[in-house]
């Protein structure tokens, strides 16, 4: 039967192949785990918050210039989809980047990032059952359907995507997710990052000039 389907308001989960090469990857290790951290405050809603050993570093990790490759691989990544998908007539910058540090057995309880546009992260290092990330949506239909043939993007309320090097993923920030334990016996280590529209922050700053 001929139709069409509009996936409207849609909120787009983009997974992006970077061009970083596996030794590039291995150098950036030692360097982001020498950066600063701190135990995650998202830590204070997890179950064991204790326990749960997660770590986020100091903002502003990718304006360091011995991350020049690994933020032109970010940056490049924003303009293409811009370019192909979004349309947006402005420039983007990204306004904060940090270290994601997850060591065994650690994860990162459900949440979403405030106070920007789209966020990001970027696998430097991704061990097999390392952790998956997992989005949800909270706007739930008043009946579920049960069972089902098959799960798709159009029925599913859960998404799980596995990390592995040098994957991108990018997102809109009031996207909820969370990172499932990591299972590895290894580091997971990662770079999120959070984006803005110069459009928006200059229009801001001319709002609120003193």
């Known amino acids: 039967m001929k139709h069409n389907v509009w996936p409207l308001?849609?909120?787009?989960?983009?997974?992006i192949e970077t061009d970083l090469k596996k030794n590039e990857l291995k150098k950036l290790e030692p360097k982001l785990k020498k950066?600063?951290?701190i135990h995650s405050p998202i830590?204070?809603?997890s179950e064991n918050p204790k326990q749960n050993s997660f770590h986020t570093g100091v903002e502003g990790v990718l304006q360091k210039e011995e991350y020049e490759t690994l933020k032109d691989a970010v940056v490049k990544s924003i303009r293409?989809?811009?370019?192909?998908?979004?349309?947006?007539?402005?420039?983007?910058?990204?306004?904060k980047s940090w270290v994601g540090w997850a060591p065994a057995k650690s994860s990162c309880t459900i949440h979403r990032h405030q106070n920007c546009f789209l966020s990001g992260v970027v696998y430097i290092k991704a061990e097999?059952?390392?952790g998956d990330i997992e989005?949800?949506?909270?706007?739930h239909r008043d009946i579920s359907v049960e069972p089902r043939h098959k799960n798709t993007?159009?029925?599913?309320?859960?998404?799980r995507v596995i990390p592995k090097p040098g994957l991108l993923l990018l997102f809109p920030s009031n996207m909820y997710h969370k990172i499932h334990e990591n299972n590895s016996n290894e580091d997971r280590i990662s770079v999120p990052f959070d984006v803005m529209p110069t459009s928006f922050?200059?229009?801001?700053?001319?709002n609120n000039e003193v």
């Open 135 to 139: 989005f949800e949506n909270f706007n």
């Open 80 to 95: 293409c989809i811009n370019d192909n998908y979004f349309k947006y007539k402005t420039n983007f910058i990204i306004s």
């Open 128 to 130: 097999e059952n390392c």
């Open 43 to 45: 830590n204070k809603l």
């Open 35 to 37: 950066e600063k951290t």
């Open 9 to 15: 308001f849609s909120s787009p989960l983009f997974l």
């Open 153 to 159: 993007i159009y029925n599913v309320e859960r998404f």
């Open 201 to 206: 922050l200059n229009k801001y700053i001319e």
